[in-house]
């Protein structure tokens, strides 16, 4: 990618490069928790070689040109860890900017049966955490705002 700094006939335009807004990538993310089972989320890791390599992430992906978060996550989740989830709920949208990354992510929630399968199709690997745990994993700075809503809302549900 070409680098979008400014800079004049002297060199680089001190703090113009703040103002050059990157491009914005909407992205679709899924909260896929399990009720009875001690309140667990399902976490992937991201690959080798791609943005964030080796950190754990709510799954999910970038939402095409002429579909909704909901079409896109269904897509996603099948793409990359070959499940279909029906019963997926607006959570919270939030932004973030990764240095000449802008994201906008439309998080969804959805309960899913206890013995889902869960494939790496696209991921390194999957994990169900209990959401105790969630602290003790390196996640994305972006995911920060989702891991929250999650957490008070799972906390309000009642126990089974």
Aim: a neutral charge; hydrophobic letters at 40%; proline letters at 8%.
């Amino acid at each position: 990618m070409k680098n979008t700094r400014l800079e004049s006939s002297s060199g680089p335009l001190p703090g113009l490069a703040n103002l050059v807004k990157p491009p914005l990538t909407e992205v679709a993310i899924a909260a896929l928790w399990r009720e009875c089972h001690g309140r667990e989320l399902l976490l992937t890791r991201r690959r080798p070689g791609t943005h964030l390599a080796g950190q754990w992430e709510l799954p999910g992906g970038k939402i095409e040109v002429g579909e909704s978060a909901r079409q896109a996550l269904r897509r996603e989740l099948a793409e990359e860890i070959g499940v279909a989830v029906q019963d997926l709920e607006p959570l919270v949208v939030t932004s973030h900017r990764y240095g000449d990354i802008l994201v906008r992510l439309h998080a969804l929630i959805a309960n899913v049966p206890p013995d889902l399968v869960v494939r790496n199709l696209a991921v390194a690997e999957h994990r169900w955490v209990p959401l105790d745990q969630l602290a003790d994993l390196e996640l994305p700075e972006a995911n920060a705002p989702i891991t929250a809503a999650v957490l008070q809302r799972l906390r309000r549900s009642p126990e089974c």
